[in-house]
T-cell receptor, first 114, second 112 residues
């Protein structure tokens, strides 16, 4: 099993550019989410999805967009990049129906906006 | 919303020492997980432990849900234990997972 795969691992954007961070999981998990990690802030939830076609906002959704057309994929779109979006982004998935609701995280995308 | 506080924020150990990390949370939860983020940034799930005690090798965890805290024990620490340890909690209901809320972590450095 590949688990949760995130691409790219590193990205530099100019202010105002848009891009999509990719996230795919092969565990047939219903639940997927995006977090950002900033120094001293822990991980903060951006958006999440409880199944294909269903998405909702987390704690810090502004400037980001998501969609969930399949169970496997949950891309995160930056609409117009800003320096405040410089961060490390993690995608996670989990099975709602497993007795162990442990999350599996991707390896992260380090994004720098200049 | 639920608040999660972890202590200590930083911890330096000599290899072979034992340590206890603490996680306090402000409200009732039925999902609590401990994660280790290694120096390369990878987040690894250590325990799913909404209550009770679990052990995995040199690591063990105890959650006392009624008193709203969890403890992570690391025995005979090794340099590979270095990194940041996160506690995360949620309240799920009606089949809904609930979104994990993370503490700010405890940064552990194990010196050889």
């Amino acid at each position: 099993n590949a688990g949760v795969t995130q691409t790219p691992k590193f990205q530099v954007l100019k202010t105002g550019q848009s891009m999509t961070l990719q996230c795919a999981q092969d565990m047939n998990h219903e639940y997927m989410s995006w977090y950002r990690q900033d120094p001293g802030m822990g991980l903060r939830l951006i958006h999440y999805s409880v199944g294909a076609g269903i998405t909702d906002q987390g704690e810090v959704p502004n400037g980001y967009n998501v969609s969930r057309s399949t169970t496997e994929d949950f891309p995160l779109r930056l609409l117009s990049a800003a320096p405040s979006q410089t961060s490390v982004y993690f995608c996670a998935s989990s099975s709602t129906y497993s007795v162990n609701y442990g999350y599996t995280f991707g390896s992260g995308t380090r994004l720098t906006v200049v | 919303g639920i608040q999660v506080e972890q202590s200590p924020p930083d911890l330096i150990l000599q290899e072979g020492a034992n340590s206890t990390l603490r996680c306090n949370f402000s409200d009732s939860v039925n999902n609590l997980q401990w994660f280790h983020q290694n120096p390369w940034g990878q987040l690894i799930n250590l325990f799913y432990i909404p209550s009770g005690t679990k052990q995995n090798g040199r690591l063990s965890a105890t959650t006392v849900a009624t008193e709203r805290y969890s403890l992570l024990y690391i025995s005979s620490s090794q340099t590979t234990d270095s990194g940041v340890y996160f506690c995360a909690v949620s309240l799920f209901y009606g089949g809904s997972q609930g979104n994990l809320i993370f503490g700010k972590g405890t940064k552990l450095s194990v010196k050889p």
